[in-house]
């Protein structure tokens, strides 16, 4: 190896990279856009589900259907109740039958109608349904006599765990920023074969060792800075810094050796940017995953960058600690180590 | 007498079932200037490739200033200066951070950029993006480049090909300083003229074999002809053409009869150039 070598391949290396207008715009401002995303975001959880009611036989509104966190707003008719659903007034609208208690009394079966949007999702109405089964058995003392489809939601239950949308939205962010250099290295490494200057560096003491060491250098910079920088911005250190800290860095690691094997497989610049696109669409799903609950399921275990954001989420929204997540960071390892032994056998190959 | 250089026995290389250089051997001395000829093809490339470690030899032994080109490729590339036929420089850097970068690749502490800038004719231009600089300039950087480190061996591919008179003659200036310096130069070209002018021998290789290696007066002289090329006029006016080849017991009475025979309009000698040398050695022209 050869340090003195090595230092100055990095220093060139990050000079090209801020000397390319778009990845120093991209960079900085990439930056900047998710610390702001962030701040402007809802910082805390708005928790209450606010539901329409048309129940032309009640002259209130009992008291235990007011409960905390539900909201029961009393329409005056049904074409009340069902404009006040489409404008989103309310999540779900409920109109009870005038008759319900004569029909429950003499036996038959009283028809409760439910109101939603179109854009309710199908887990949400399936939830609303569930809770009006509830009151409403509350309020009669027996089973409504309605079917109500139930469906279990995927993912950790969450009750009485919600967090703000902002910090939901940090391991998304932290991903994209150290992803997006994925491209950035193979570009960095594609310019240099296309324009032959890699062919100049290996006619000087300089050795293939080296250039991956600075290439690797660069790579992991760049994505780790990124990450740890917004992080830090972000309140993302402030509990088991060092557990968020190395998940970003092997994140780094495992970018960087996705970088190599695009670099290895991409013939010019246009085939950088198409599997640049299609390595960043893959890494990206798993922050889908955090910010949208139910979305993505177990396959998403598959890519490695789950193991960061699931990391990350868990550390900096929940608290967990080393016993939690030992097993994502051994994995992340794994995957990191693979990827970056495998960029690096590929693209010594194309150096050659 | 002087040290080789380059020392070559038996070299080989293959590309899969094509051998691009095929048991070559030749030996270079200190401070000699060797033109490498050859057409497309013809294994100069490969050649130069194993000599200055970008290659691993398949067969034979190559050794740079007493070193094994194989085991010791690190130490030979800190000896050598290697200048490409393409251009291979960070346009978004300056000349200046150009030779800079390479200085501190070769681990040259106190470096004179400028003062190599303006030997190669860009001093005033030094801190402007390579990227707007014009293809000569771009080639000068490139030798510069080149001697960042003061190599003892340089390797120029085609240094001065499609350059402008003034650029290719500065570029031919640097390369005699440097031998003067005392150092070897191997010359790869396709460029007769240049390879005649600057080297003190020339080597033709072809189908990945050397197959001449001499000074070019004693090239010229094992297959080539002088000759004698006149114009003259008939006495119905007409001009013709006549050449009298030089160097045979014949020769003094033909040029006698040459002048006393015919007006004699225009006469100039003729002597063969490498490419006719080339041709006649191997059937072929060099560019092909």
């Not at chain 2, 000074?215 to 080539?224: A, D, E, F, I, S």
């Not at chain 2, 003094?252 to 490419?275: M, N």
Request: charged fraction near 20%; glycine fraction near 8%.
């Amino acid at each position: 190896m050869n340090p003195r070598g090595i230092r100055a391949l990095v220093a060139k290396d990050f000079t090209l990279f801020f000397r390319n207008r778009f990845f120093a715009l991209v960079t900085s401002l990439a930056l900047v856009v998710y610390v702001i995303l962030y701040f402007v975001m809802p910082g805390s959880v708005d928790e209450t589900l606010e539901i329409g009611l048309y129940a032309p036989g009640w002259s209130a509104i009992p008291a235990d259907m007011q409960k905390e966190g539900l909201e029961i707003h009393v329409a005056e008719s049904l074409e009340d109740l069902e404009d006040g659903v489409t404008a989103h007034d309310y999540m779900a609208g409920i109109a009870i039958p005038g008759d319900l208690m004569e029909k429950l009394a003499s036996g038959q079966r009283p028809q409760v109608d439910l109101y939603f949007a179109s854009d309710t999702p199908e887990e949400a109405q399936a939830a609303v349904s569930s809770l009006i089964r509830e009151l409403i058995y509350a309020q009669t003392g027996q089973p409504l006599a309605v079917d109500f489809s139930t469906q279990v939601l995927p993912g950790p239950d969450m009750v009485g765990k919600q967090i703000p949308p902002r910090d939901r939205m940090r391991p998304l962010f932290a991903v994209l920023l150290i992803v997006f250099e994925t491209y950035g290295l193979a570009t960095l490494i594609t310019e240099e074969i296309e324009h032959r200057t890699i062919q100049a560096l290996l006619v000087t003491p300089v050795s293939v060792k080296d250039l991956f060491a600075a290439k690797g250098i660069t790579g992991i910079t760049l994505a780790f800075g990124q990450g740890a920088l917004f992080m830090a911005v972000v309140g993302g250190l402030n509990d088991q810094p060092v557990i968020i800290i190395l998940a970003l860095l092997l994140a780094a690691l495992l970018v960087t050796g996705i970088g190599f094997l695009i670099a290895s497989l991409a013939k010019d610049m246009m085939s950088v940017l198409a599997w640049g696109v299609l390595a960043l669409v893959i890494l990206v799903i798993p922050g889908m995953g955090v910010m949208f609950p139910g979305v993505i399921t177990g396959w998403a275990k598959a890519i490695p960058s789950y193991y960061v954001v699931d990391t990350v989420d868990r550390v900096a929204n929940y608290g967990s600690g080393w016993p939690d997540i030992w097993q994502n960071l051994l994995i992340l390892v794994a995957f990191s180590v693979a990827f970056l032994l495998v960029g690096m056998v590929a693209l010594r190959r194309r150096f050659q | 007498m002087a040290q080789d250089a380059i020392a070559v026995e038996e070299l080989v290389y293959t590309y899969g079932d094509l051998v691009a250089v095929d048991h070559i051997g030749f030996k270079v001395a200190e401070g000699e200037i060797l033109g490498f000829l050859g057409p497309n093809g013809a294994g100069k490339t490969t050649t130069v490739k194993m000599l200055t470690g970008q290659l691993k030899p398949k067969g034979g032994k190559a050794h740079v200033l007493g070193m094994d080109v194989a085991r010791d490729a690190g130490k030979v590339r800190g000896e050598i200066g290697v200048c490409f036929e393409q251009t291979n420089l960070y346009e978004q850097m300056s000349a200046l951070e150009n030779l800079e970068l390479f200085a501190r690749l070769f681990g040259i502490s106190s470096f004179d950029g400028q003062a190599l800038l303006k030997r190669v004719g860009l001093a005033g231009r030094e801190k402007d993006k390579v990227e707007g600089y014009s293809k000569g300039m771009k080639q000068r950087l490139m030798v510069a480049r080149s001697l960042v480190n003061r190599p003892r061996i340089l390797f120029l591919d085609e240094p001065t090909a499609g350059l402008d008179p003034a650029s290719a003659e500065a570029i031919r200036a640097v390369i005699l300083e440097e031998r003067q310096r005392g150092a070897t130069v191997f010359l790869t070209t396709h460029d007769m003229m240049e390879a005649d002018k600057l080297s003190d021998r020339v080597a033709f290789m072809d189908k990945g074999k050397i197959v001449a290696l001499d000074t070019p007066h004693n090239l010229k002289q094992q297959y080539g002809k002088r000759a004698l090329k006149a114009k003259v006029q008939t006495p119905s006016g007409e001009l013709q053409d006549r050449e009298v080849v030089l160097d045979q017991p014949e020769t003094p009475d033909l040029i006698q009869k040459l002048f006393a025979g015919e007006k004699v309009v225009t006469i100039h000698s003729e002597e063969a150039t490498l490419e006719d040398i080339f041709i006649k050695i191997t059937g072929r022209g060099l560019k092909e």
